[in-house]
Structures are given as structure tokens and as C-alpha cells.
Nanobody, 127 residues
């Protein structure tokens, strides 16, 4: 069992930055690939970014590429999402998720591939 707790969300203006954190506990954090997803009202949950166990491979949705950066600190059992140049369309509840995988340099895109989820943190970007 892995517990994930997100923090760092809030209300910001377009163009501002936020850094989300997701603290993990319960199992060996480095055994998990990590992902950030988001869900806006009336929309399906979508992947934002993913990161392999060793941090060497990353994935970004086209809508955030060049603005968001995912990273992890295995010593602190934490994954981060640095969000720059925020837009109103980034408004959503953001979730971190953990994927127990044997492979150290791969990640998954689909929500159903992830084993554990945090409770979510709201990000609201005003225009």
C-alpha cells in the first residue's frame, strides 16, 4: 500500500507559476513510476506528465510541453510538478499517481495502469 498526498494547489492568475508536490509513504518510492493527471469539470481524467522510476524518462502532454516539468526526489519520497506560464485551461483538480513497475526507465500514460492515487489538489487559473 502506498499513500500519496498532494499539496501546492491554489488560485493564481494567468502567467503565474505553481509547484505541486506529492509525498509518498508506505512502500519503497523508487519502485514506482509516477504520474500527474488532471480532471476538469465535465471532462475525463487526462495525463499531464509521467516520470520513470529512475527519473531518466519523462512524458508530457502536448498541452503542457515546455511549460510544466515533472521531477522526483527519491530520498524525500516526493514527486513534483513545476507549472509555469499557467493558462485558464489548466484549471483542474490535479492528482498524482504511482505505478508499481519492474522497469526503471519506462512509464505509462493510462490512468488504469496506475495502482495508487492521491486525493487531488485544486488548481484554478484566472484570466
Amino acid at each position: 500500500q502506498v499513500q500519496l498526498v498532494e499539496s501546492g494547489g491554489g488560485l493564481v492568475q494567468a502567467g503565474d507559476s505553481l509547484r505541486l508536490s506529492c509525498a509518498a509513504s508506505g512502500r519503497t518510492f523508487s519502485n514506482y513510476a509516477m504520474g500527474w493527471f488532471r480532471q476538469a469539470p465535465g471532462k475525463e481524467r487526462e495525463i499531464v506528465a509521467a516520470l520513470s522510476r529512475n527519473g531518466g524518462s519523462t512524458y508530457y502532454a502536448d498541452s503542457v510541453k515546455g511549460r510544466f516539468t515533472i521531477s522526483r526526489d527519491n530520498a524525500k519520497n516526493t514527486v513534483y510538478l513545476q507549472m509555469n506560464s499557467l493558462k485558464p485551461e489548466d484549471t483542474a483538480v490535479y492528482y498524482c499517481a504511482a505505478d508499481r513497475t519492474y522497469f526503471t526507465d519506462s512509464y505509462n500514460h493510462e490512468p488504469n495502469e496506475y495502482d495508487y492515487w492521491g486525493q487531488g489538489t485544486q488548481v484554478t487559473v484566472s484570466s
